[in-house]
């Protein structure tokens, strides 16, 4: 089984994600460490909570950073709580059926704890900002000895979705995308470039929730919420990117990916959040992030039906 941490700022492609691992047979999920985000961490941290108990209270579920190391995207944001819709879950409250409750300890120390537990094993799937894990290098650097895999949803090699550059959880916080990029640790990173392959039209959406189970009120609510979004004529992508990122792990296959040097933009006004892609090999220098370049949809579809069938 692969040993997995998803840190995650619960947010509703998250949440998919975070079922998603739950379900896969081969993945054994230690715990959720949720940072701000998609929503403020009262939300965020709230809704790990209660994933965690509603999947049976079997992961832990630490304490997270409340905002970003230095610049912070969010502090733009008037109604960040609203981003995901009320709760930051679509305005569901999941229930926490076994009764999870957080940890009295920092995610950072968590994620090394399960690191030494699982030396060259354990995989970290990144899919909010990456405060939490940027605080987890800088506090334990030997870290990235023990860390078999970082996979990331953030960036892009093409166009970002918050600015013409940056993606959202790269933009909210780029220092600490910097530091994971050169943290030496395998990084894959899962960008807006590769999971606008896999965007749904309402239909395939809509196939998903139609289906009776344990999720589908969960399903049903993103699905409502996403129609009214589009319905004020604002502007939302039907990409699951987080799910798709969990979906890599699980099959790798999945994605196809590229090596090249990586950077984050932490300086300029115009690009803060870039994440530069260097894949012309303009500045001679050794790759170190795996950038996926393609999704297999019907292989991520067929991924969530079988999600569907487990929880059915
Ligand atoms: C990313 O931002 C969030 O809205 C999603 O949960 C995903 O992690 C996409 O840019
Ligand atoms: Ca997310």
Redesign the pocket.
Same mark, same amino acid.
């Given at each position: 089984k692969i040993p997995l941490i998803i840190d995650c700022?619960p947010? =509703?492609?998250?949440a998919v994600a975070i079922l998603l691992a739950n379900s896969c047979p081969h993945i054994d999920l230690l715990a959720l460490t949720p940072v701000a985000? #998609?929503s403020s961490y009262t939300y965020t941290s709230d809704n790990a909570v209660r994933l965690a108990g509603f999947m049976g209270g079997g992961c832990r579920v630490a304490k997270g950073a409340e905002r970003a190391l230095i610049f912070d995207g969010l502090a733009g944001y008037q109604n960040k709580d609203d &981003?995901?819709g009320g709760h930051g879950m679509a305005g569901v409250l999941i229930e926490n059926r076994a009764g999870a409750k957080q940890e009295d300890k920092f995610a950072w120390d968590v994620i090394y704890e399960e690191a030494l537990a699982h030396p060259g094993e354990l995989v970290i799937a990144a &899919?909010?900002p990456l405060t939490n894990i940027a605080i987890t290098l800088l506090k334990h650097p030997d870290i990235r000895h023990y860390v078999k895999r970082i996979y990331m949803?953030?960036g892009s090699a093409t166009t970002g #979705?918050v600015s013409p550059y940056a993606?959202? #959880?790269v933009w909210v916080d780029p220092h600490a995308c910097d530091i994971v990029f050169k943290s030496g640790i395998p990084v894959t990173m899962v960008g807006?470039n590769a =999971?606008r392959h896999a965007e749904f039209t309402l239909e395939e959406f809509e196939q998903l929730t139609d289906t009776p189970c344990a999720i589908t009120f969960l399903l049903a609510a993103i699905n409502k919420f996403i129609k009214e979004i589009l319905r004020q004529g604002r502007r939302w992508d039907l990409i699951m990117?987080?799910a798709i990122t969990v979906g890599a792990l699980i099959d790798p296959d999945m994605v196809k990916t590229a090596p090249y040097y990586v950077t984050c933009e932490t300086e300029s006004s115009q690009s803060i959040g870039q994440t530069v892609v260097d894949r012309g090999g303009h500045l001679g220098r050794t790759p170190n992030v795996d950038v996926a370049m393609y999704v297999d949809k019907a292989r991520f579809k067929d991924m969530l039906q079988k999600m569907i069938a487990f929880y059915r």
């Open positions: 700022d947010g =509703t492609d998250d985000g #998609n &981003i995901h &899919i909010g949803m953030g #979705n993606e959202f #959880n807006l =999971t990117h987080d």
